[in-house]
DNA sequence: CAAGTTGTTTACCGGGCAGTCAATAACTTT
DNA sequence: AAAGTTATTGACTGCCCGGTAAACAACTTG
């Protein structure tokens, strides 16, 4: 008997996110949102209850998504080595690619949220901790086949290639050129190496 | 014979300085800044023209005060080892001590407002070549006494050692332990051994 | 077609925001 | 002490913010 909403929930939710990603939290105003969804301010609230829901619900969209990426890239068939370039190399072409430095929604929130909104702090604390394992398997796996140096714990590699994640994300915003950060990931495969004794 | 300030600049720079550090810009209000600087609105405005200008010189106070801390912990008489793994556990020591997560203003500011800020932007790239160019420095100095790895640019490990540093700071919002990033210190002095050939 | 339910629209609200200004106070110089 | 200069104060402004509510529209079900 209900009325059917006229616009398409995903498609809103997108939108949304894109805008908190391109101009953070709390420099993102309702009406902006409006403009970005082309919803009224009462579609908005009725369907998302308020500002601060909706950004949560666009951010656990963007996490979903990019977890979803994070795994199938480090988690296919390729060799441990192979795979873990890949993933880096390509996240640096596709964030290189915002030329407005939006950089990566997850590290901007995280900035400029976890440390006074704990449901922002919970989930961020979450992702880190998920993605981290991706990678501590990734390079695990690799010490196993001799591909990556097996004298330094999978765990600690693992979190020193997440932050040289965030590292790069951060650099972003300061526009230093993506045939730099390229040179990173080359770098980051150096010194993953075996040790030759 | 004019009247004399009630107040001292630098006292009143610094306060203002913690507040946006801790909360950001945008959602720093000219209220918070009264109650941390103690002045009413219109000595604020008199003495820093509005918000934004108050705000870069406030960046520009931080920046200068961190790069003199760099410069004087990576340019001393240790060995470079020695200097980079304590300019590196140093920071961890004293970040982590703020235990509200403000992380560090120089991160904080790049992620918020580079992006749509020309000002802070072209400070913060600044900053930025100038720690990384410390780094190289003190990297390539290693190199030269056989202390680090001489198959690797030294300007790159700069870059790495940088945005490990930028890791670190980003770990700090998600209240990451301080003990499992001092064994980033360690792996980060691994990975700039010299190789065993 | 009537009743009921939900979505959409629009006008509206109080509040807090950044920023201004005129009056007043404090000090130096002559 | 008078004149001149600048700092301080506090009231004020207009704006935009997030959020609300009432009127209206669209659809399903009986």
């Known amino acids: 008997m209900p009325r059917p909403r006229e616009f398409d929930e995903d498609v809103v939710l997108d ?3 894109q805008t908190f990603w391109l101009r953070g939290y709390s420099s993102t105003s309702l009406s902006a949102l409006m403009e970005a969804t082309g919803l009224q301010k009462g579609s908005l609230y009725k369907a998302f209850k308020d500002k601060h829901s909706l950004f949560i619900t666009a951010l656990e969209r963007y996490l979903n ?3 979803r990426h994070h795994r ?4 296919c068939s390729d060799s441990p080595q192979q795979r873990l370039r890949q993933w880096l190399g390509n ?3 596709v964030y290189s690619g915002y030329s407005d430095c939006r950089g990566c929604l997850a590290v901007n929130s995280l900035v400029e949220l976890a440390p006074h909104d704990a449901t922002v702090k919970q989930l961020l604390q979450n992702y880190c901790a998920r993605v981290r394992s991706l990678l501590t398997e990734v390079i695990a796996q690799g010490q196993a086949l001799g591909e990556f140096r097996g004298d330094v714990a999978a765990s600690d590699l693992g979190l020193l ?3 040289l ?3 790069l994300m ?3 915003k300061a526009e230093v050129p993506p045939a730099v950060l390229d040179r990173q990931v080359d770098l980051a495969m150096t010194v993953l190496a075996p040790q030759p004794s």
């Open 161 to 163: 290639m997440f932050h």
């Open 15 to 17: 939108a949304a996110m």
């Open 91 to 93: 996240l640096i072409q």
């Open 72 to 75: 199938d890239r480090l988690c």
């Open 165 to 167: 994640l965030m590292g």
């Open 170 to 172: 951060t650099s972003l």
């Open 65 to 67: 998504e990019a977890y």
